[in-house]
């Protein structure tokens, strides 16, 4: 039997917020709760979690929150990941690290984040990295199941190549919806791998991890992060804006349609980067920041 997929693929706000950093921000659950409220009033409703953030801990520090206040869990989305193993003292159970996506784990992992996320459901389960062992055909029974329940509505993947995203696309009646990867002006291998032209041709939301690449954008010290600060920072005078505001104009710029995910528990500057929505980069413009990370120009 076929299952029932809503057809709609990824219906997440334009731009999301991770909260891999969660436990560094440092916030009582009060302060959380007033932080997830405010990227609501922002428009930002998708949030991007995975099991082993901060340790295993913030999917906890998230559902603490969201305890608070229950009736948000209907505003939001929630993109959580499983897949990883991460040998952590609040995990004496994993020995090595490495990646499980046998069935039982990808059912116990979303039971146990369902569990500390305080929620009844997941909107978009993603499968964390690929793994050499992974058998489509168990991740399909394990989707099946989870859907079937009622556990997880969507279903995505996250670091895959073109070719691992079809392999376990062929096994499944669940449509992929996302493919979560890193995207920013100092990382463009995904920009020219094919990552995006597949992306676009099967309608698969592009969602960029780390888009300032994880602060080194800002602090980097190599040659390439010096180059690409130059040019940002010469457009942003031009154009009035800051220059994280223009990496996510940068980034909304492709066709391909990509979903910043921001990584900082700034309010403020996840304030600047739903305002970047309205920064038209012209080709010139997209192209200068493009060869200032190459070190070259175009052929
Ligand atoms: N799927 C995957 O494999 C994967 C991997 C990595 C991350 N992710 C997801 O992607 C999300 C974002 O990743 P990320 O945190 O690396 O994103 P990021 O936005 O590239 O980096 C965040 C870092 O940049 C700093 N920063 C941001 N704006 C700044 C500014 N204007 N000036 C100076 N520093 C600035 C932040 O510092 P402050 O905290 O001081 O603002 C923070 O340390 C994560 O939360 C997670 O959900 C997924």
Redesign the pocket.
């Known amino acids: 039997m076929r299952h029932q997929y809503h057809p709609l693929g990824f219906d997440g706000s334009r731009i999301?917020?991770?909260?891999?950093?969660?436990n560094?921000?440092n916030m009582t659950a009060e302060a959380s709760l007033g932080f997830i409220e405010a990227c609501l009033d922002l428009g930002v409703t998708t949030f991007?979690?995975?099991d082993i953030?901060g340790d295993y801990q913030c999917e906890t520090l998230f559902g603490n929150a969201l305890a608070l206040k229950p009736a948000l869990r209907e505003k939001m989305e929630i993109?959580t990941?499983c897949g990883i193993l991460l040998p952590s003292s609040n995990r004496p159970d994993i020995n090595v690290h490495r990646y499980d996506y046998r069935a039982e784990h990808i059912l116990a992992s979303v039971d146990r984040s369902l569990a500390i996320l305080q929620c009844e459901y997941i909107d978009t389960l993603?499968l964390?990295?690929p793994s050499p062992l992974m058998d489509a055909d168990e991740i399909a029974q394990a989707f099946d199941l989870l859907f079937t329940l009622g556990k997880v509505k969507h279903f995505g993947v996250?670091?895959f190549t073109t070719n691992q995203f079809d392999l376990l696309q062929s096994r499944l009646d669940a449509p992929l919806i996302i493919n979560?990867?890193?995207l920013?002006p100092l990382a463009l291998q995904h920009f020219e791998d094919g990552t995006l032209d597949h992306a676009q041709r099967h309608a698969v939301t592009p969602?960029?991890?780390?888009?300032?690449?994880?602060?080194?954008?800002?602090?980097g010290t190599d040659e390439k992060a010096k180059r690409v600060r130059a040019i940002l920072g010469e457009m942003a005078q031009n154009k009035k804006c800051?220059?994280?505001q223009l990496v996510v104009a940068w980034l909304l710029r492709h066709p391909s349609g990509i979903c910043?995910?921001?990584?900082?528990?700034?309010i403020e500057?996840l304030a600047?980067a739903v305002n970047a929505v309205s920064i038209e980069l012209s080709d010139d413009d997209w192209f200068r920041v493009w060869i200032a990370s190459q070190g070259h120009s175009v052929a």
């Open positions: 999301a917020q991770g909260f891999w950093r969660m560094e921000w991007d979690h995975a953030y993109v990941k993603l964390h990295r996250s670091n979560q990867v890193e920013s969602m960029a991890w780390s888009p300032f690449a994880g602060g080194e954008l800002f602090s800051s220059v994280d910043p995910v921001m990584g900082s528990g700034k500057r600047a």
